[in-house]
């Protein structure tokens, strides 16, 4: 009965970072600039890949740590600044008409991203970092790959935050 009860109740959705390297910099990095550049180790992904990269985009610029926050080069001008570079690594993918029909046996949306955090003029890495992002999974109306998505991209965010305080003057 328990089992059947924590089956219907569900899974909160989450997310986690794996370091995969100290963060490294020998002199402090401005924060005047930040470019985020999205992509995929795989095929067909191109809508997701563009909604990471807006959440992300979004989201640092929420935060108001960097001056500016762009997918676009031009936008930073002269400015220094760091670049992020994430790569979708793997994907389960949950539609919404899945969950609906499949409601928590549906299971949860993952996304597994890579993000490469380097300077935005020399190339120099800082750091690089896994971050994971899944689903909630009980519920009829929330466990997309959405969700997953978004999850993702507060890891990201979080953990480019994190850098940030770190590498800058």
């Known amino acids: 009965m328990l089992l059947i009860l924590l ?10 970072i794996k370091r995969a390297s100290p963060i490294s910099t020998s002199v402090p ?15 067909g992904l191109e809508a997701e890949t563009h909604t990471l990269n807006d959440l992300v ?8 740590v960097f001056g500016d926050v762009d997918a676009d080069l031009a ?7 760091i670049k ?24 949860r949306a993952r996304l597994l991203v890579q993000a490469t955090v380097t300077d935005l003029n020399s190339g120099k890495p800082i750091e690089t970092f896994e971050a994971e992002g899944l689903s909630s999974g009980g519920s009829n109306m929330a466990g997309t790959t959405d969700e997953a998505i978004q999850r993702t991209a507060e890891q990201v965010v979080a953990e480019v935050v994190r850098i940030s305080r770190h590498i800058g003057p």
Do not use: N, P
């Open 57 to 64: 985009i979004s989201g640092l610029r929420g935060r108001q």
């Open 75 to 81: 936008a930073a001008g002269s400015s220094d600044g």
């Open 7 to 16: 089956a219907l109740a569900g899974c909160a959705s989450s997310g986690s």
């Open 84 to 107: 992020v570079e994430i790569k979708i690594l793997e994907i389960k993918k949950i539609s919404r008409e899945h969950r609906q029909w499949a409601g928590a046996m549906a299971g």
């Open 29 to 43: 990095i401005s924060v005047d600039f930040a470019l985020v550049k999205t992509s995929s180790t795989l095929a």
